[in-house]
């Protein structure tokens, strides 16, 4: 098993040694319902062939933050064929790299795996590695990446702990909501206690639970009446306690935001790509957005983040 524990925490000794072993338990009975759901509702995705390489299955982990799976599809797909392995990203011009991200949002990620292909490439033979501590060494790549390309790509017992898994671990063992923010220490010791001890099982687990979560279990609106997990979920026994609570924070919106506008501008650059000189002159950047100061702001900061370059002062493009 990959151990991520830190302090030499024992899992057990996190959730509770009695509540550890009646989760085990529980565990070990959902199980066979679980699998024989998830062989039938499974969504057939690209990158569950069987033949998709560990770095293809990073492409996809780092494309899915914060972005619908969805969504995801056809960006990888494109991508992978256009660049295959870390030496064919880590070669590439910068430009084509933001012009293939698309409207995946949050460009940075692009420039991020393309400097962790850079690593890959040059001190790690074009091979990901299979540990986690040189995993999340690498640009860009965090715990619930490394866990990711350990489960689902080498088939190493790791426990897996995205939004959807904490939600569904949450009301199954715990009878408890799930309410956002950073995963707890509980909800992590929760994961790998669960975990089943056969590394192929875990990683069936891993995603089972989390499409169970995207497809049945999920946060507003659970459709318990389809869910496998029902006749023991401790959540539904208890009357689905505050059902859809999230922790208290500010809504965020996206209208008017700098982050609108660093789309705008983004998008705007992608479509002149097949330009010559792929160059948007300061007058056609300005009839991107009408606040000038806010224009300016964010065409300095995408600057400043290597998005874009700013050409003899005053035109802007895709980084080369």
């Known amino acids: 098993m990959v151990t991520r524990t830190k302090k030499n925490a024992e899992p057990s000794d996190v959730v509770g040694v009695s509540r550890a072993a009646s989760a085990r338990r529980l565990a070990e009975q959902l199980r066979r319902p679980l699998f024989a759901w998830w062989d039938v509702?499974?969504?057939?995705?690209?990158?569950?062939?069987?033949?998709?390489?560990?770095?293809?299955?990073?492409?996809?982990?780092?494309?899915?933050?914060?972005?619908?799976?969805?969504?995801?599809?056809?960006?990888?797909?494109?991508?992978?064929?256009?660049?295959?392995?870390?030496?064919?990203?880590?070669?590439?011009?910068?430009?084509?790299?933001?012009?293939?991200?698309?409207?995946?949002?949050?460009?940075?990620?692009?420039?991020?795996?393309?400097?962790?292909?850079?690593?890959?490439?040059?001190?790690?033979?074009?091979?990901?590695?299979?540990?986690?501590?040189?995993?999340?060494?690498?640009?860009?790549?965090?715990?619930?990446?490394?866990?990711?390309?350990?489960?689902?790509?080498?088939?190493?017992?790791?426990?897996?702990?995205?939004?959807?898994?904490?939600?569904?671990?949450?009301?199954?063992?715990?009878?408890?909501?799930?309410?956002?923010?950073?995963?707890?220490?509980?909800?992590?010791?929760?994961?790998?206690?669960?975990?089943?001890?056969?590394?192929?099982?875990?990683?069936?687990?891993?995603?089972?639970?989390m499409e169970l979560g995207a497809l049945v279990c999920t946060a507003k609106q659970p459709a318990c009446d389809d869910c496998p997990l029902r006749e023991r979920c401790r959540f539904l026994a208890a009357g689905r306690p505050r059902l859809g609570e999230r922790r208290t924070r500010p809504r965020q919106r996206f209208a008017g935001t700098d982050r609108q506008v660093r789309g705008i501008v983004m998008q705007a650059l992608r479509e002149l790509s097949a330009d010559a000189h792929g160059v948007l002159s300061r007058e056609a950047a300005g009839r991107l957005w009408p606040d000038g100061v806010q224009l300016d702001r964010c065409i300095a900061s995408l600057d400043e983040d290597g998005l874009i370059e700013i050409v003899d002062g005053h035109g802007v493009r895709l980084p080369r």
């Open 41 to 209: 509702h499974a969504r057939t995705l690209p990158w569950r062939d069987g033949r998709t390489s560990p770095w293809g299955v990073l492409v996809c982990e780092v494309m899915s933050q914060q972005t619908q799976m969805g969504r995801v599809v056809p960006y990888w797909t494109a991508w992978m064929e256009r660049w295959p392995d870390a030496a064919a990203l880590a070669a590439a011009p910068r430009a084509d790299v933001l012009e293939a991200w698309g409207r995946l949002g949050y460009p940075r990620r692009a420039l991020r795996l393309q400097e962790c292909a850079r690593v890959v490439a040059a001190e790690c033979h074009d091979e990901l590695p299979r540990d986690y501590a040189t995993l999340t060494a690498l640009p860009g790549i965090g715990d619930y990446t490394a866990s990711a390309v350990l489960s689902f790509a080498y088939g190493e017992r790791i426990a897996v702990v995205d939004t959807n898994i904490r939600r569904v671990l949450s009301r199954v063992f715990l009878g408890e909501e799930s309410l956002g923010g950073a995963a707890s220490a509980l909800e992590r010791a929760l994961a790998d206690v669960v975990l089943p001890s056969d590394a192929q099982a875990s990683a069936t687990w891993n995603q089972a639970v």
